[in-house]
């Protein structure tokens, strides 16, 4: 059941809405709906997401250097792949 609902926001940022809601092709309405979802669901999905046993299992298999640079790694083994 939808519920009308009256809210006081500066013209500013009604205008603003208006213009983001119609370049997405949705109502106003809409977008604040799915907002007003998204953050009040925030903590519910938070409890929701576990770990599964196997994934909890492969926590610390691999022990790297404290200074180990993933990003540099990855960096080479690309350039080598790609020669």
């Known amino acids: 059941m939808d519920t009308k609902l009256t809210l006081r926001l500066n ?4 205008e603003r809405a208006k213009t983001y809601a119609r370049s ?15 953050v009040t669901n925030e903590k519910s999905n938070e409890k929701q997401i576990t770990i599964t046993p196997f994934v909890e299992s492969l926590s610390g298999v691999i022990k790297l250097p404290s200074d180990f640079d993933y990003k540099k790694e990855y960096g080479d083994y690309l350039t080598e792949k790609y020669k």
């Open 11 to 14: 013209d500013t940022v009604i």
């Open 24 to 38: 997405h092709k949705i109502s106003l309405s809409k977008l604040i709906e799915s907002y007003l979802d998204s």
